[in-house]
């Protein structure tokens, strides 16, 4: 599964260190990519979830963090930026 977290608070490289650093610590997470303000990640279902993943980023100082998952990206019906399905 992957899911991409959006991180309030990240404003340098030092941060994207850190993020980074958090992330790998997490089991059953694999980091994809971490630029300032977002986290994307390939996490194991039975290891954790989106929300734990989030938790633990908010315990090693990331002060905001929101979770979309695959599924909130594919929902049905939901407009994308330009308006299209």
């Known amino acids: 599964m992957e899911a991409t977290l959006k991180i309030e608070g990240m ?4 941060c ?3 993020v980074t ?3 790998n610590e997490i089991p059953g997470v694999k980091v994809l ?8 990640v ?7 979830t989106p929300e734990s ?4 980023l908010k315990e090693s100082g990331a002060p905001g963090v929101n979770v979309m998952t695959q599924q909130d ?6 407009k994308n930026c330009c308006g299209g399905n």
């Open 53 to 56: 993943i989030a938790v633990a």
């Open 16 to 18: 994207v260190h850190h």
């Open 33 to 40: 990519r971490v630029i300032v303000g977002q986290a994307i």
């Open 73 to 78: 990206v594919e929902k049905p019906g939901q």
């Open 11 to 14: 404003t340098c490289e030092h």
């Open 21 to 23: 650093e958090a992330l």
């Open 42 to 48: 390939a996490y194991d279902p039975s290891k954790t």
